[in-house]
């Protein structure tokens, strides 16, 4: 079975400024799928970003970085030029290749961007 | 990106009776769909997983009399809360991997139910 942990309930950040949301996992499989998901007050899930394992290169989309640490089981994200339509509920979540594509969340880190 | 539809997006029933949420992917195939339910400022909790044609599998202490999942095509999946109790009250979100080897998910918007 897989775990994921986020150890930082909440986090806040000056608009402008950059973030990093920590999160880690324990598996015992070695191709797998990490995402980063928001959930805004609207409670809609949004994929960020997601990484691939295998791949060693670090996932980016625009704003948002991974800090991929595979032997560390560590699957950092970054938001930089932080915005105040980035508050919201993140998650980080595994999913193991193959699988029926079931996805473990983490606990979740409520991040809020002070104007 | 492809879309995923909840209805309904609220519902308010009362205790003892049934309410049935419905998921609808609505531009793509999917043999699978998940239901999740999650609690106020907690995580996404996986119930069950929905397969088209057989049984869904539920997960631990999750009661499959009570949370009825029925996939009765490659587009729609529901979930029928049975004898609901105030307890149940919870957002209940269901996601979707389209057929291939995308290993994208698609979450619909979710569904608050209240019971009373």
């Known amino acids: 079975a897989q775990t994921v942990t986020q150890s930082q309930p909440e986090m806040s950040v000056q608009e402008a400024e950059t973030v990093t949301l920590s999160c880690t996992y324990d598996?015992?499989?070695?191709?797998?799928?990490l995402f980063w998901y928001k959930q805004p007050p609207s409670r809609q899930m949004i994929l960020v970003i997601r990484?691939?394992?295998?791949?060693?290169q670090n996932a980016t989309e625009n704003r948002f970085s991974v800090n991929f640490q595979k032997a560390a089981k560590s699957f950092s994200l970054k938001i930089s030029d932080s915005q105040l339509g980035d508050t919201a509920m993140y998650f980080c979540?595994?999913?193991?290749?193959?699988?029926?594509?079931?996805?473990?969340f983490g606990s979740g880190t409520q991040l809020t961007v002070l104007p | 990106g492809a879309v995923v539809s909840q209805h309904p997006s609220r519902v308010i029933c009362k205790s003892g009776t049934s309410v049935k949420i419905e998921c609808r992917s609505l531009d793509f195939q999917a043999t699978t769909m998940f239901w999740y339910r999650q609690f106020p400022k907690q995580s996404l909790m996986l119930m069950a997983t929905?397969?088209?044609?057989?049984?869904?599998?539920?997960e631990q202490g999750v009661e499959k009399d009570k949370f009825l999942i029925n996939h009765a095509s490659l587009t729609l999946s529901t979930l029928t809360v049975t004898s609901a109790h105030p307890e149940d009250s919870s957002f209940y979100i269901c996601?979707?991997?389209?057929?291939?080897?995308?290993?994208?998910?698609?979450f619909g918007p979710g569904t608050r139910l209240t019971v009373t």
């Open positions: 996601s979707a991997p389209p057929t291939g080897p995308d290993h994208e998910q698609y």
């Open positions: 979540a595994f999913m193991p290749l193959g699988s029926a594509r079931q996805l473990t």
């Open positions: 598996t015992s499989e070695n191709n797998y799928y």
């Open positions: 990484q691939e394992a295998y791949k060693q």
């Open positions: 929905s397969n088209e044609g057989s049984k869904a599998t539920y």
